[in-house]
């Protein structure tokens, strides 16, 4: 019992390899969803395995094993292993809970400030114009959406790269991005090895974006030089101050210019193997899971003498 | 770009393209000069449509020149506000979670690669 259970605890982090590898060999959109509904599931059986724990643990107290109207002593491992797995997964549990609802707060809070940023400014279609020395934009969701954009950025684009932009920001609207980007951070909270898996999924949205403003403005290069641009432009404006570590392999923006340079993607035998791959995790992760749910279920059940031992 | 193409947008991307012709710009336009400046094949009467509607929400403001009118773009009163909230999203780093952004900060090794790609000589494909 108490191995299978550790199946969905320590597969999520073997994910994240196989999750940047769908994301090389996918097209972005069917990449966004693959990853993010492999994240939320991993994420769920994780956290079926952290409450099983606990659950036995519970039923190892004479008090709970009352209330649970348990004639029998559970039958589990030894209590060396059960108790310890328990408390554990008590702690884990509530860091879970806890960093989960500071993230919720603040993303409730930055998402309001930005709302209501947007409606101060002036507004023409959907674009709300924010008057900044930095150059920045935003995709805003909402009744009605919104794209936002400093001044800074628009002076730093000129008018076709301007309608890249506001094309990507739309496509992130109309896809729903907000929703996947809600689904990964939920997911890196409730385990810290999907928090690759995350970034993975904010890159597939962009490049989902990417590839819709490309398609809208009829230009792979323009969209490429627009992205480069604005990002040179932003840089300058923040000065050269030691930010992020340098990635090895380059950043998210490098990935995005040169997937858009390098012409649309055609469709490879091994896009579908690493979706499979990926997939597999899943349903592993569902599998022991769900068999060690059942297991500690049928155990209750043998020990509320409902069940034949 | 043709005519074809923009007479099918909707005419809410054709405000923001025009509004954004007007912020990036460093003073006030006429409708010719926007038109120039979008780049896209608009006939200058949508121009001069689209300029006159932003007139009319209070969008954008307007001074004679000549025979027609140049066109700027309002700093609406509560902008200073607006600024500040912008600044505390933007120190906060909360925002880039939450809100899909055109553009993450570069790493130095970003901004190598980037130049790489998009010069010329090596970008050409």
């Given at each position: 019992m108490t191995a299978l259970l550790l199946v969905p605890l320590l597969l999520p982090c073997a994910v994240p390899p196989a999750a940047r590898r769908a994301l090389a060999r996918l097209a972005p959109v069917t990449a966004l969803w693959v990853l993010t509904v492999c994240a939320l599931v991993l994420a769920a059986c994780s956290l079926a395995a952290l409450g099983t724990f606990v659950l036995v643990g519970l039923l190892k107290l004479p008090a709970c094993a009352a209330l649970g109207e348990l004639v029998h002593p559970l039958r589990t491992p030894s209590d060396l292993v059960v108790v310890p797995?328990?408390?554990?997964?008590?702690?884990?549990?509530?860091?879970?809970?806890?960093?989960?609802?500071?993230?919720?707060?603040?993303?409730?809070?930055?998402?309001?400030?930005?709302?209501?940023?947007?409606?101060?400014?002036?507004?023409?279609?959907?674009?709300?114009?924010?008057?900044?020395?930095?150059?920045?934009?935003?995709?805003?969701?909402?009744?009605?959406?919104?794209?936002?954009?400093?001044?800074?950025?628009?002076?730093?684009?000129?008018?076709?790269?301007?309608?890249?932009?506001?094309?990507?920001?739309?496509?992130?609207?109309?896809?729903?991005?907000?929703?996947?980007?809600?689904?990964?951070?939920?997911?890196?909270?409730?385990?810290?090895?999907?928090?690759?898996?995350?970034?993975?999924?904010?890159?597939?949205?962009?490049?989902?974006?990417?590839?819709?403003?490309?398609?809208?403005?009829?230009?792979?290069?323009?969209?490429?030089?627009?992205?480069?641009?604005?990002?040179?432009?932003?840089?300058?404006?923040?000065?050269?101050?030691?930010?992020?570590?340098?990635?090895?392999?380059?950043?998210?923006?490098?990935?995005?210019?040169?997937?858009?340079?390098?012409?649309?993607?055609?469709?490879?035998?091994?896009?579908?193997?690493?979706?499979?791959?990926?997939?597999?995790?899943?349903?592993?992760?569902?599998?022991?899971?769900?068999?060690?749910?059942?297991?500690?279920?049928?155990?209750?059940?043998?020990?509320?003498?409902?069940?034949?031992? | 770009m043709t005519d074809a193409k923009d007479a099918r947008r909707p005419a809410g991307e054709l405000e923001a393209s025009v509004l954004a012709v007007l912020w990036a710009a460093d003073g006030p336009r006429t409708p010719g000069q926007v038109q120039r400046g979008l780049g896209a094949g608009l006939a200058r009467t949508t121009v001069t449509t689209i300029l006159t509607r932003l007139h009319d929400k209070g969008i954008v403001a307007r001074r004679r020149q000549g025979r027609g009118y140049a066109y700027y773009p309002v700093q609406d009163p509560q902008g200073l506000t607006a600024r500040r909230m912008h600044s505390e999203l933007a120190r906060g780093g909360d925002r880039e979670r939450v809100l899909a952004r055109f553009v993450e900060q570069l790493s130095p090794d970003d901004e190598r690669i980037l130049r790489e790609l998009l010069d010329p000589r090596s970008g050409e494909r």
């Open positions: 797995a328990a408390a554990v997964s008590v702690g884990a549990l509530a860091v879970c809970a806890v960093s989960l609802a500071r993230s919720a707060l603040r993303q409730a809070r930055a998402w309001r400030a930005a709302r209501s940023e947007a409606a101060r400014g002036p507004a023409a279609g959907d674009l709300c114009v924010v008057d900044s020395p930095h150059p920045d934009a935003y995709a805003l969701p909402g009744r009605p959406h919104r794209i936002v954009v400093t001044t800074a950025m628009l002076r730093s684009l000129d008018a076709a790269e301007r309608e890249a932009l506001f094309a990507h920001e739309r496509a992130h609207n109309r896809g729903g991005h907000h929703y996947f980007l809600a689904a990964a951070e939920l997911a890196a909270h409730c385990h810290p090895a999907l928090r690759p898996v995350r970034a993975a999924i904010r890159l597939a949205a962009e490049r989902a974006a990417d590839e819709a403003a490309a398609r809208a403005v009829g230009d792979r290069r323009l969209t490429a030089r627009a992205i480069a641009r604005a990002a040179l432009a932003g840089r300058a404006a923040r000065g050269n101050r030691p930010d992020v570590a340098a990635a090895a392999a380059g950043g998210p923006v490098p990935q995005r210019v040169e997937a858009l340079l390098a012409g649309p993607r055609v469709p490879r035998p091994s896009a579908v193997r690493a979706a499979a791959l990926l997939l597999a995790c899943v349903a592993v992760s569902c599998a022991a899971s769900t068999t060690g749910v059942a297991e500690v279920h049928h155990r209750v059940e043998v020990a509320q003498g409902e069940a034949p031992r | -």
